[in-house]
């Protein structure tokens, strides 16, 4: 049930795009993206909701493919402050009112300068 | 204060002891949750709180028992720890349960 994230750790050089995938098993409701960074609290990043719905902010992006279970994470132009560990966080059909939000393992970038 | 804050920042209990952590947001916010983070695993949902009702229990033991008194605040009583309940707990708060969470710094547990 938990969703698998790829790839487990990337290292970039500033200004280089990284992608960040989150698969899963389940019909899905909603897609959440948080950031944690070593020692601090997760980050709120983004949420898609709808199916093929896509997001972002500043270099920061995020699609959502309703039909193949999985959301994208899209940084581009990377910037040292990146660095950290990405978590994807998914909520199964039926949960939706519930909060239930199940956590993928995690992608740790490092962004050199 | 604002945001989302958690006290003890860091406790360590026996097996034995009995303690409780304890969560406030100061967002306005309708829903609570607890999560437990261990080393290399991913962030565990324990429970959430909506309306300071229950309305999720992640097949948590019963060791660890949470008490949402008002919306603002939440607790977990803990009593009887083992030593793998070692971890970060982390508590968030969301507008409605099911939107964006917002963290606080969590408490690093220890059991000895």
């Known amino acids: 049930q938990q969703p698998v994230q790829s790839p487990q750790a990337v290292i970039l050089r500033e200004g280089e795009d990284a992608v960040i995938n989150c698969s899963s098993s389940?019909?899905?409701?909603?897609v959440h993206w948080y950031r944690q960074k070593h020692g601090e609290a997760p980050v709120f990043l983004m949420i898609?909701?709808?199916?093929?719905e896509q997001k972002g902010h500043d270099k920061i992006s995020a699609s959502f493919n309703e039909k193949k279970q999985q959301s994208s994470l899209y940084l581009t132009a990377s910037q040292l402050s990146y660095s950290g560990t990405y978590f994807c966080?998914?909520?199964?059909?039926?949960?939706?009112?519930?909060?239930?939000?199940?956590f993928g393992q995690g992608t740790t970038l490092q962004v050199k300068p | 204060e604002t945001g989302v804050t958690q006290t003890p920042r860091h406790l360590v209990m026996g097996m034995t002891n009995k303690k409780s952590l304890k969560c406030e947001q100061h967002l306005g916010h309708n829903a609570m949750y607890w999560y437990k983070q261990s080393a290399k695993k991913p962030l565990e949902l324990m429970f959430v709180y909506s309306l300071e009702e229950r309305v999720e229990n992640n097949s948590v033991p019963s060791r660890f028992s949470p008490e949402c008194p008002n919306s603002s605040h939440l607790f977990l009583h803990l009593h009887t720890l083992q030593p793998e309940d070692s971890a970060l707990y982390l508590c968030a708060s969301s507008k409605e349960a099911g939107y964006e969470q917002y963290f606080g710094p969590g408490t690093r547990l220890t059991v000895t």
């Open positions: 389940k019909a899905l409701y909603s």
């Open positions: 966080g998914t909520v199964p059909f039926g949960s939706s009112n519930t909060g239930k939000l199940i």
């Open positions: 898609l909701l709808k199916g093929g």
